[in-house]
């Protein structure tokens, strides 16, 4: 059996699987083709995927293998060169690319979400939005730090004495705790915010304030996410939001309920209300943003000097740690159905049986199929 890495289109400098989840592969008995110049971007040759055991081809052989791995979903003359009855591993967010879904049942693909893997336990390890947004909560901090006038620690010097940044969080799940991680060890002062009581004692350990604002709803069902809030919750966060957003220097807005539109929690009234040079990086940009300013993919500066940054793919600017994770996730979850040098799609487990999203054409991923369901009610 073949299975391909695909080279990413141009602005996605990350790969699927770097060279060492390649050689993984080809231990397990698997062909492995890689597209020329797949890696490069993250800085691995075409040597290095050979040296691991895999064989460097063209974009047309690549796309005939019988399993393809990427990470954007190829284009539609590319899709139109994979064979029936092949399969297809990528992020395609099947809930809203729903056209997709339709097409790779019509052309008999089996296909994978990797945005899909269900958020349990035992799926941590092949969780590829976890493991992104550990870096995008990373790098945050970073961009912010690089584009703030002033520095992230507290100086004592003999040219004056320099005052500690203070950074504000908000959502403090897989990129929020990370972000508030790397801000305190950078040294700044922060202060976070979530709707989930349970990740108070885990702000707090990491050395950051946990701001609460009472009558937040929370759901156990709803597996670790949060839910929707009220008007009067959301209202009342703002105004605690504001008192802390008017005396920092950075925040970082990570807040986010799954299937649905971003919250705002920073409206335009509050940025107007900011310092000259603060800086705010959302990272729920694609999601429509936490702040009302937010342009995805792009940077605003406002007229009272705050630089809004609302760049929706930051794991591709640390594309060789973010590569490694993510094709580290990639093997994690093709090893619940690769063995000996077949894949045998079984749908009796949980993860394979959410992931997959298209299979003998049928829809497979129960989420998917109830969405498709309300949309023709
Ligand atoms: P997550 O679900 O682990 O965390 C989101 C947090 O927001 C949760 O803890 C949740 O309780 C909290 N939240 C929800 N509503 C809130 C509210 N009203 N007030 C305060 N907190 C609230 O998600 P994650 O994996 O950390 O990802 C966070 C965001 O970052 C998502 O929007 C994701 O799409 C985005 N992301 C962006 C990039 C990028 O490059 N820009 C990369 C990866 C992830």
Same mark, same amino acid.
């Given at each position: 059996?073949?299975?391909?890495?695909? *080279?990413?289109?141009?602005?996605?400098?990350?790969?699927?699987?770097?060279?060492?989840?390649?050689?993984?592969? #080809?231990?397990?008995?698997?062909?492995?083709?890689?597209?020329?110049?797949?890696?490069?971007?993250?800085?691995?040759?075409?040597?290095?995927?050979?040296?691991?055991?895999?064989?460097?081809?063209?974009?047309?052989?690549?796309?005939?293998?019988?399993?393809?791995? @990427?990470?954007?979903?190829?284009?539609?003359?590319?899709? !139109?060169?994979?064979?029936?009855?092949? !399969?297809?591993? @990528?992020?395609?967010?099947?809930?809203?690319?729903?056209?997709?879904?339709?097409?790779?049942?019509?052309?008999?693909?089996?296909?994978?979400?990797?945005?899909?893997?269900?958020?349990?336990?035992?799926?941590?390890?092949?969780?590829?939005?976890?493991?992104?947004?550990?870096?995008?909560?990373?790098? #945050?901090?970073?961009?912010? !730090?690089?584009?703030?006038?002033?520095?992230?620690?507290?100086?004592?010097?003999?040219?004056?004495?320099?005052?500690?940044?203070?950074?504000?969080?908000?959502?403090?799940?897989?990129?929020?705790?990370?972000?508030?991680?790397?801000?305190?060890?950078?040294?700044?002062?922060?202060?976070?915010?979530?709707?989930?009581?349970?990740?108070?004692?885990?702000?707090?350990?990491?050395?950051? *304030?946990?701001?609460?604002?009472?009558?937040?709803?929370?759901?156990?069902?709803?597996?670790?996410?949060?839910?929707?809030?009220?008007?009067?919750?959301?209202?009342?966060?703002?105004? *605690?939001?504001?008192?802390?957003?008017?005396?920092?220097?950075?925040?970082?807005?990570?807040?986010?309920?799954?299937?649905?539109?971003?919250?705002?929690?920073?409206?335009?009234?509050?940025?107007?209300?900011?310092?000259?040079?603060?800086?705010?990086?959302?990272?729920?940009?694609?999601?429509?943003?936490? @702040?009302?300013?937010?342009?995805?993919?792009?940077?605003?500066?406002?007229?009272?000097?705050?630089?809004?940054?609302?760049?929706?793919?930051?794991?591709?600017?640390?594309?060789?740690? !973010?590569?490694?994770?993510?094709?580290?996730?990639?093997?994690?979850?093709?090893?619940?159905?690769?063995?000996?040098?077949?894949?045998?799609?079984?749908?009796?487990?949980?993860?394979?049986?959410?992931?997959?999203?298209?299979?003998?054409?049928?829809?497979?991923?129960?989420?998917?199929?109830?969405?498709?369901?309300?949309?023709?009610?």
């Amino acid at each position: 059996m073949t299975i391909s890495i695909l *080279k990413e289109p141009a602005g996605e400098r990350r790969v699927v699987c770097l060279p060492e989840i390649a050689g993984q592969l #080809a231990k397990m008995n698997f062909e492995v083709l890689v597209e020329s110049g797949a890696g490069k971007e993250a800085a691995f040759s075409d040597e290095s995927y050979t040296a691991s055991g895999a064989k460097i081809v063209s974009r047309s052989a690549a796309l005939n293998a019988d399993l393809v791995l @990427c990470i954007t979903i190829p284009s539609e003359t590319d899709l !139109a060169t994979m064979r029936a009855g092949a !399969a297809l591993l @990528c992020v395609y967010q099947p809930l809203i690319n729903k056209d997709a879904v339709q097409h790779f049942c019509e052309k008999d693909i089996t296909t994978f979400s990797m945005d899909m893997v269900p958020r349990t336990t035992r799926a941590q390890s092949m969780d590829i939005l976890s493991s992104q947004a550990t870096v995008a909560g990373y790098k #945050a901090v970073l961009i912010a !730090a690089s584009n703030l006038p002033k520095f992230f620690p507290m100086f004592m010097t003999a040219a004056g004495s320099i005052t500690p940044a203070k950074v504000l969080i908000l959502g403090a799940g897989v990129a929020g705790l990370q972000a508030i991680s790397t801000a305190r060890r950078l040294g700044a002062v922060v202060e976070a915010f979530d709707t989930r009581s349970a990740v108070k004692e885990e702000v707090k350990s990491l050395g950051a *304030k946990f701001v609460e604002v009472e009558g937040a709803a929370e759901s156990a069902a709803a597996g670790g996410y949060a839910v929707e809030q009220s008007k009067e919750f959301l209202e009342k966060q703002k105004q *605690k939001i504001f008192e802390s957003a008017v005396k920092s220097d950075v925040i970082i807005t990570t807040a986010q309920i799954p299937g649905k539109k971003a919250p705002v929690l920073i409206p335009k009234e509050t940025v107007a209300s900011m310092k000259a040079g603060s800086v705010i990086i959302d990272l729920a940009a694609s999601t429509g943003g936490n @702040c009302d300013l937010t342009k995805n993919n792009e940077t605003v500066v406002t007229e009272n000097g705050v630089i809004i940054i609302g760049n929706s793919n930051i794991p591709s600017t640390m594309p060789g740690d !973010a590569s490694k994770m993510f094709g580290k996730n990639v093997l994690n979850f093709l090893k619940l159905m690769l063995k000996d040098g077949q894949m045998n799609v079984n749908l009796e487990d949980d993860i394979v049986k959410g992931t997959c999203i298209t299979h003998k054409k049928e829809i497979i991923s129960p989420r998917v199929k109830d969405a498709l369901a309300q949309q023709t009610k």
